[in-house]
C-alpha cells in the first residue's frame, strides 16, 4: 500500500493551507519508472497533471506504453500530442533536472517528502504527517 | 512545581523543533495541486512505478 490515500486525506483535510509540488525521481532500473514520469509531465503540458497523478498512483505498477495511452484516453488528452511527447521523451529534461537535485539531496529511495523543507522519508502514517503539518501551521501563525 | 516543569517542558519542545534541520528544495515550476501560497509547502519526489 503506497502512500497515496495518506496524501490525499492531508490534502482535503487541509484544503486552502497546504500545498503539493512533486518532482520526479525514477528509479533507473525500474521499466516503466521513466516512461511514467514522461505520461505525468505530458498530461501536465495539457493541464491534466492532477487527474494522470492521481491514475497512476491508482494503477501502478501497471505503466506501459498502451496502458499510459489508455489512460489519456481516459481523462480526455489529446492522443497525437501526449503519444509524441512519450516517444520523444520531451520531458526528459525536466526529469533529470528533479534527479540531479534528489542526488543533490543524498535521495535514494521514494517517496521522500520535504515538508517546509523538513524531511520525511517512506510510507508514514497520517499521524506522523499530520504532526509535523501541524507544528508548521502553528509556526507560521507566530 | 508542576506548572514549573511543564514550561520547561515546553521550552525544551519549542527549542527542539525550532533546531530541527531544513532543507531548502526549489519549487522551481514543478507540477502540484494547491495554493501557491498555503502556509505549508510539501514537496514529494516521486517514482510511480
Given amino acids: ?142 | 512545581m508542576k506548572l514549573l516543569v511543564l514550561i520547561i517542558f515546553l521550552l525544551t519542545v519549542s527549542v527542539s523543533s525550532a533546531q530541527e534541520k531544513r532543507f531548502e528544495v526549489p519549487v522551481g515550476d514543478s507540477p502540484g495541486y494547491g495554493r501557491a501560497n498555503a502556509e505549508v509547502t510539501m514537496i514529494e519526489f516521486i517514482d510511480y512505478q
Fill in chain 1, 1 to 142: 500500500m503506497g502512500v497515496g490515500p495518506t496524501v490525499d486525506k492531508l490534502l482535503k483535510d487541509y484544503k486552502g493551507k497546504i500545498r503539493l509540488v512533486v518532482k520526479m525521481n525514477p528509479y533507473k532500473y525500474r521499466d516503466f519508472s521513466h516512461i511514467a514520469a514522461e505520461a505525468v509531465l505530458a498530461a501536465r503540458d495539457q493541464g491534466k497533471f492532477w487527474e494522470m497523478h492521481q491514475l497512476l498512483l491508482k494503477k501502478s505498477p501497471k505503466l506501459d506504453r498502451n496502458s499510459l495511452i489508455k489512460y489519456a484516453q481516459e481523462i480526455g488528452l489529446d492522443l497525437n500530442r501526449f503519444i509524441e511527447s512519450l516517444d520523444t521523451k520531451k520531458n526528459t529534461n525536466t526529469i533529470e533536472r528533479d534527479k540531479q537535485l534528489a542526488t543533490s539531496l543524498d535521495l535514494y529511495e521514494t517517496p521522500v517528502f520535504f515538508i517546509n523543507g523538513r524531511k520525511v522519508t517512506g510510507n508514514r502514517a497520517y499521524e506522523y504527517f499530520k504532526k509535523i503539518i501541524d507544528e508548521e501551521i502553528k509556526n507560521e501563525k507566530r
